[in-house]
């Protein structure tokens, strides 16, 4: 099934439901929730994912697994071709009951493109049943990367805690986060931390590495996003990014998991 808007996917029986649609940057899908899980392929392009309890970008050839019921919205960074593989409560025993973002191998992969030109409907045992099944598998095995911004509980910490992830700035310090809310610097930091299990630095670059994903992916030169956020080089820049995410943004950017 291709380019089904949310209400048909919920409205089309089966465990299983498998649709791919485009979007072009900028394209904003509104909070909703599905009674089966989600996972959500970005075959091409860059999407953000936002719930109640964080935001989680998907870079090319990755996936967001999104729970039965959970409330989220789906903002494309830049043109995007979405993949996603609906599954029913029963079906997805055993698979993660939080939200994730994973990495995905050239088999999910495939079985994904395969199953999005299957008919919903399909006799048990048939080769449908099949490639659902395997793409189940696919996914149990995917492993979680670190691609979540969490936010806290707090509706004030989390607005401000969006519009850093919308504009990050070397230049803010906790200090000005903490005259803005009108809140102590010691009673800021204990609740921030209690709430995203981040400190402020360390929380401001994790958001600063997922801000940076989508302007990469459009081609934004290293040596820019790298003096945006307040590096002192492109390689430092790297190093930041290779430990974190296990690969130069080249290379992240470039190839999906074995």
Not at 139 to 163: H, N, S
Request: proline share 9%.
């Amino acid at each position: 099934m291709k380019n089904v808007q949310p209400h048909e996917v919920e409205a089309t029986p089966g465990p299983f439901v498998a649709v791919g649609s485009c979007y072009p940057a900028g394209h904003h899908v509104p909070r909703h929730r599905h009674w089966r899980a989600q996972f959500l392929y970005a075959a091409d392009g860059v999407a953000l994912v936002d719930t109640d309890l964080g935001n989680w970008v998907v870079p090319p050839e990755r996936a967001v697994w999104i729970p039965a019921g959970v409330a989220h919205e789906v903002t494309m960074l830049a043109p995007v071709d979405l993949l996603s593989l609906y599954v029913a409560p029963d079906a997805a025993t055993g698979l993660p009951v939080a939200c994730r973002v994973v990495g995905v191998s050239r088999l999910a992969g495939g079985l994904l493109r395969e199953a999005v030109e299957l008919p919903p409907a399909y006799p048990s045992g048939s080769r449908e049943d099949l490639i659902f099944s395997l793409l189940l598998l696919e996914i149990g095995r995917a492993p979680e990367l670190p691609l979540k911004v969490p936010f806290p509980g707090d509706p004030r910490l989390a607005a401000r805690c969006r519009r850093y992830l919308e504009q990050p700035s070397p230049h803010q310090t906790i200090d000005d986060w903490c005259e803005e809310l009108a809140m102590s610097r010691r009673s800021f930091t204990r609740r921030f931390r209690a709430e995203t299990g981040f400190g402020f630095a360390a929380w401001c670059r994790q958001a600063c590495l997922l801000a940076a994903l989508p302007r990469l992916a459009a081609g934004v030169p290293i040596t820019t996003i790298a003096f945006d956020l307040g590096y002192e080089s492109a390689s430092a820049f790297a190093t930041m990014f290779r430990r974190t995410l296990g690969a130069a943004p080249s290379r992240f950017l470039a190839g999906a998991a074995a």
